[in-house]
Nanobody, 128 residues
Framework: QAQLVESGGGSAQAGGSLRLSCAAS????????MAWFRQAPGKEREGVAV???????SYAESVKGRFIISRDNAKNTLYLQMNSLKPEDTAMYYC??????????????????????WGQGTQVTVSS
C-alpha cells in the first residue's frame, strides 16, 4: 500500500511563506484524491485543501487565496504553498490520500473519515 511522508514544516513570521511537500511511495497509482489537513493543540483535525488526479482543487475558506495545493503525478509528490501566513495557521499539517470510490461532494472530501492513507505530520509554527 501507499506510504506518505511530509516535509517542509518549520517556523515562520506572520506574513511569511512555507512550502510543504508530501512524498508518496509504494502503490501510488490509485491515489485519486490527495489532501492537506491540519490540527492545532486542543482542536479537531480539519481539512485545508483537496486536489484530484487531474488538478481540480477545493479549499477551506480560511486559507482560500493564501494557500495553493498542487501535485506532480510523475514525481508522486503533493505540495502546499503557504503564503501570507497567520498565527492561526499554526498546527500539525498532515498529508492524506484515497482512491476514487463512489461519489463525493467537494465538502465531503475535506472530512477526515474519507481518507485511508495518512502521513506522520509536519509542524508549522507562525509567530506574530
Amino acid at each position: 500500500q501507499a506510504q506518505l511522508v511530509e516535509s517542509g514544516g518549520g517556523s515562520a513570521q506572520a506574513g511569511g511563506s512555507l512550502r510543504l511537500s508530501c512524498a508518496a511511495s509504494g502503490y501510488t497509482y490509485n491515489l485519486y484524491y490527495m489532501a492537506w489537513f491540519r490540527q492545532a493543540p486542543g482542536k479537531e483535525r480539519e481539512g485545508v485543501a483537496v486536489i484530484d488526479n487531474y488538478g481540480t482543487t477545493s479549499y477551506a475558506e480560511s486559507v482560500k487565496g493564501r494557500f495553493i495545493i498542487s501535485r506532480d503525478n510523475a514525481k508522486n509528490t503533493l505540495y502546499l504553498q503557504m503564503n501570507s501566513l497567520k498565527p492561526e495557521d499554526t498546527a500539525m499539517y498532515y498529508c492524506a490520500a484515497r482512491p476514487k470510490v463512489g461519489s463525493y461532494s467537494w465538502a465531503g472530501l475535506r472530512e477526515v473519515y474519507v481518507y485511508n492513507y495518512w502521513g506522520q505530520g509536519t509542524q508549522v509554527t507562525v509567530s506574530s
